[in-house]
C-alpha cells in the first residue's frame, strides 16, 4: 500500500513468544512455509481467507480482496526474498549477542538494513524502540494470563505504536492524518497486534491497555454517509452547471536544471545528533550536546561517487526519468547546478575535529544527504503544471454521494467522536448533502454561511454550498503543488455565476499552507486567468482562509463580504 502511494516504508513484524523453544521452532516454520510456497497453496489461503471475511468491513476482508486481485507469482516471490535467513533476527539465537546483530536491531528503521522480522521472548521488553514495526504476533503455549503478563504486553504495544513520521505528497508529518479521509493508507498508522481468541487473555489484555491510555480500534468500522438531496439532483445546477478546475500541461527538462528546482539546497547543515551518531554510535552516551563547534566539509567527489553507486535510485536509468536534462552522472557529480558545489555545515562536539571522523562516517552522512535528495526530487518532480486556464467539468461527474469509514475506538482513551461530527442539513437547502461529516472548526464554518445565507440570496438566484471530498483539484499556476478545497460556494447572480473556493484551515497549518492561500486570493487579482464557459459570465474567487481565532476570523469575514455581498 505504502508503495503504490510512492510512500518510503520497511515494516518490521515482532513475533513474541514466552518460551525460547517455541521461538526458535516458530522461526524455522516461518521460513520453510515461506520457501514452500506455491501459486496453488497461496490462492487457496486467499479465497479460504475471503470467504470467511467477505461480509465484514474490517481490515482482513480488505487484505484478501487486495491480494485477490495480485499476481500471485510476484507476491510469492516478494515474500520469499524480503524473508530469509538474512532478512530475519532471532533474539534468542546465541548468535544475536554479535556486535553486527546488535547494530541491525538498533537501526531497524534504515533503508539499508534488510531485517523484516524479529523472534524474541523477553530480550526486547525493555529500552527497544523501533517506528516501523507494525505487527506484533503473539505465539504463545501454555502462556499465563494474569494482569502483570498483560501490563508487559501493553508496555510493549505502546512502543511499538509509536508513530512513523512517513513522507506523503513531499509532507512529513508526525501526527495522524488519514483518520477523517475514506482511504486505505489508514493501515500504514496502524499497529496491528495478533492473538488466539483466549477471553481471559484479551480481557486482561484491554484492561492493561485501557490503564496505560493506549488508543485501540476494533476490527470493525463506523460507515458515516452524506447523499445528495434529490432535490438538488433535480435541480437545473446540478444538471447542466459546471465546477471549473485548471488545465495542466507537460513540464520539460527545462523546468528541472538545477537541484534548486526540486527544492534541493547543496549547503546541507548536518545535525549534531548524525555527527556523534555516526562517529560513536547509535547507543552509546555522546558527549555534552551543549558544547558544540560547526566545520565546513567541500564533499569530495570519491565520497559522492561512492554513495551514489549504493544508492539504487541514482542508478543513471532510472535517475535520468527524474532529471530529464541529465547528460551523465558525471554532470550530476560536476556541475554546479547539481553536486558539483556540494558543502556540509558539520556540527561536531568540543575536542572532535572534521579529519577525526573515519571514511564510513563520512560516506554515511553523504548517504544520509541522497536520502534527503531522493524524497525531495520524487516529491517535486512532476509531468505536469498547473496553468491559468480553467475549463468547466460536469458538476454530475464531479459531485456524488460520499462515505468516511472510522474506526471504532475505546471512548475512553479517545477522543475521535469529539473530532468528527455528523451533522444533520437536511433543513439546510442550501446545503446540497443530507449530512455535513465534518470536524469542530468546519461545522463553525458552516455556522457563519448560515448566518449569511439570507444576505447572499438577496443578492443571488442560486445559493449552493458543496463540500468537495477529495474530488475538486486545483493546481498552482505554473507550479506542480496541488490541493484540494474543503468548500465550493456556488452563487448564480443576474450578471454572473460566482465558484468561490473556501477553506477552514486550523492554526497550526495557517503557516504551512500559506501558499495554498495565496493561490485562492490570487484567482480573483491574477489578470491572465482564463475562464473557458459558454458565456463570459463565470467568475472564480478565493476567500482568506476561515479559522476561529479573533483576527483571523475578522479577515476572513472582512474578505468574504467585500468580495460576494
Do not use: C
Amino acid at each position: 500500500m505504502a508503495q503504490e502511494n510512492g510512500i518510503t516504508l520497511k515494516p518490521i513484524i515482532l513475533f513474541k513468544s514466552n518460551k525460547i523453544a517455541t521461538s526458535l521452532s516458530a522461526n524455522d516454520r516461518l521460513l520453510n512455509t515461506v520457501q514452500s510456497l506455491t501459486v496453488d497453496s497461496l490462492s487457496h489461503t486467499i479465497n479460504l481467507g475471503y470467504a470467511t471475511y467477505k461480509h465484514e468491513n474490517s481490515i482482513w476482508h480488505k487484505m484478501f480482496q487486495y491480494y485477490k486481485k495480485q499476481s500471485l507469482p510476484e507476491v510469492i516471490r516478494d515474500l520469499q526474498w524480503d524473508f530469509t535467513e538474512e532478512t530475519i533476527l532471532n533474539a534468542n539465537d546465541k548468535a544475536f549477542l554479535s556486535e553486527d546483530n546488535a547494530l541491525l536491531l538498533n537501526t531497524l528503521e534504515e533503508d539499508n538494513n534488510p531485517i523484516r522480522a524479529i523472534f524474541a521472548v523477553a530480550k526486547l521488553n525493555e529500552g527497544w524502540d523501533v517506528l516501523n514495526l507494525f505487527d506484533i504476533v503473539r505465539i504463545s503455549e501454555g502462556a499465563t494470563s494474569t494482569k502483570t503478563t498483560t501490563d508487559s504486553e501493553a508496555q510493549l504495544i505502546g512502543r511499538g505504536a509509536r508513530y512513523y513520521p512517513f513522507e506523503y505528497n513531499g509532507q512529513r508529518s508526525y501526527t495522524r492524518r488519514f483518520d477523517l479521509i475514506q482511504t486505505d493508507l489508514k493501515v500504514i498508522e496502524s499497529l496491528h497486534y495478533h492473538t488466539i481468541n483466549e477471553n481471559a487473555y484479551i480481557k486482561n489484555l484491554e484492561k492493561s491497555l485501557e490503564s496505560a491510555s493506549i488508543q485501540v480500534k476494533e476490527d470493525e468500522y463506523d460507515r458515516l454517509e452524506a447523499k445528495l438531496k434529490p432535490a438538488f439532483k433535480k435541480s437545473p445546477v446540478f444538471k447542466d452547471g459546471k465546477i471549473y478546475i485548471n488545465k495542466l500541461e507537460q513540464t520539460t527538462a527545462d523546468d528541472y536544471r538545477t537541484l534548486s528546482h526540486y527544492n534541493v539546497t547543496t549547503d546541507y547543515e548536518v545535525p549534531y545528533e548524525l555527527t556523534v551518531e555516526q562517529h560513536y554510535g547509535k547507543r552509546q552516551a555522546h558527549p555534552n550536546p551543549g558544547q558544540t563547534h560547526e566545520s565546513t566539509w567541500p564533499v569530495e567527489r570519491i565520497y559522492i561517487r561512492k554513495a551514489l553507486q549504493r544508492k539504487p535510485f541514482f542508478h543513471f536509468n532510472n535517475f535520468k526519468s527524474y532529471i530529464p536534462a541529465l547528460s551523465s552522472m558525471k554532470d550530476f557529480i560536476e556541475s554546479p547546478n547539481f553536486l558539483g558545489e556540494l558543502t556540509f555545515y558539520v556540527s561536531l562536539p568540543l575536542g572532535l575535529k572534521l579529519h577525526d571522523l573515519s571514511p564510513l562516517s563520512k560516506l554515511k552522512m553523504v548517504e544520509k544527504y541522497l536520502d534527503y535528495v531522493e524524497k525531495k526530487i520524487k516529491a517535486n518532480y512532476m509531468k505536469e503544471r498547473g496553468t491559468p486556464v480553467f475549463e468547466g467539468v460536469a458538476m454530475s461527474e464531479m459531485i456524488d454521494d460520499y462515505y468516511i469509514e472510522l474506526n471504532k475506538v475505546n471512548s475512553k482513551v479517545s477522543t475521535m467522536s469529539e473530532t468528527l461530527q455528523k451533522r444533520n442539513m437536511r433543513d439546510n437547502h442550501w446545503y446540497v448533502y443530507d449530512k455535513a461529516i465534518v470536524n469542530g472548526l468546519e461545522s463553525a464554518f458552516i455556522d457563519f454561511i448560515n448566518d449569511y445565507v439570507e444576505q447572499l440570496k438577496e443578492k443571488y438566484q442560486e445559493v449552493y454550498l458543496i463540500r468537495n471530498e477529495r474530488k475538486v483539484k486545483i493546481v498552482e499556476i505554473n507550479g506542480t503543488r496541488g490541493f484540494m478545497p474543503d468548500f465550493l460556494l456556488y452563487l448564480q447572480g443576474e450578471a454572473y455565476t460566482y465558484q468561490v473556493f473556501l477553506e477552514p484551515k486550523g492554526g497550526h497549518l495557517q503557516l504551512e499552507d500559506r501558499w495554498k492561500e495565496e493561490f485562492l486570493l490570487a484567482l480573483s487579482e491574477n489578470e491572465n486567468i482564463e475562464v473557458l464557459s459558454e458565456n463570459e459570465d463565470v467568475r472564480l474567487l478565493g476567500i482568506k482562509f476561515f479559522s476561529n481565532e479573533g483576527d483571523k476570523k475578522k479577515a476572513f469575514r472582512e474578505d468574504f463580504k467585500n468580495k460576494l455581498l
